[in-house]
């Protein structure tokens, strides 16, 4: 049976983020249907037969992987992607998401930043670090100082994507970079905590009562 464009964007994604629960691909590829998880159902089971994907029953709901990925269906990797896709879905959310990249690759491995994700929301660059793991401050800033190695290739187009650590941990970083490092528990919270204050007006009542309100 030939692919449906829904089956060829499916196995994008899969491409993509490497892993994808059912749940996940139900919401980002079958939401404007009317019961979206038994769809993906349907159509992720005859992909699997037709041998386009493959699948791994460790997790509830179950994860799915792109044809050509070399994952172990056990790997403690996979819970890192599932994050990382998450993070797509929260930013899918907030809306103005124009590049999202899982990954990418800037230079051989170990000699500069290996970032999680390069994203551009709202027109800025971001590298997100998404932190699952505890890091002792010694490697957090041994991870920072590949940032700063990239930094100085010159091969990033100024300015310099900003760093964004997202994880529950909140880690002592008082280095000096030649880009802004941020943290947060998620990219809403990132967000939030960027707006300005309520502004407030007063207001003046009868009897020299006055109140400051939103």
């Not at 159509?43 to 037709?50: I, K």
């Not at 699948?55 to 994860?63: D, E, G, I, L």
């Not at 700063?148 to 909140?170: E, K, W």
């Not at 960027?194 to 009868?206: A, D, N, Q």
Request: charged letters at 30%; aromatic letters at 12%; one cysteine or more.
């Amino acid at each position: 049976m030939p692919l449906t464009n829904r089956d060829k964007a499916i196995i994008k994604d899969l491409n993509k983020f490497r892993v994808m629960d059912r749940d996940s691909i139900a919401e980002l590829h079958f939401a404007n249907l009317k019961k979206p998880w038994k769809s993906a159902n349907n159509v992720l089971l005859r992909l699997l037969r037709e041998g386009k994907i493959q699948v791994s029953k460790s997790f509830a709901p179950y994860v799915y992987f792109g044809p050509e990925t070399n994952i172990k269906k056990d790997s403690a990797k996979i819970r890192h992607f599932l994050a990382i896709l998450n993070v797509y879905k929260e930013l899918k959310n907030l809306g103005n998401l124009e590049t999202f990249l899982v990954e990418p690759k800037y230079g051989k491995k170990g000699e500069c930043a290996e970032p999680d994700i390069f994203c551009q929301y709202r027109k800025t660059n971001f590298f997100v670090e998404v932190q699952r793991t505890l890091y002792s401050e010694k490697q957090m800033n041994e991870k920072l100082d590949r940032y700063i190695d990239l930094y100085n290739t010159g091969n990033m187009a100024a300015p310099f994507p900003h760093v964004l650590i997202l994880s529950d941990q909140r880690y002592a970083i008082d280095g000096d970079y030649p880009f802004k490092v941020f943290q947060a528990e998620s990219f809403t919270q990132f967000e939030q905590s960027l707006k300005p204050e309520k502004e407030f007006r007063e207001i003046k009542f009868s009897g020299g009562i006055k109140a400051k309100i939103g």
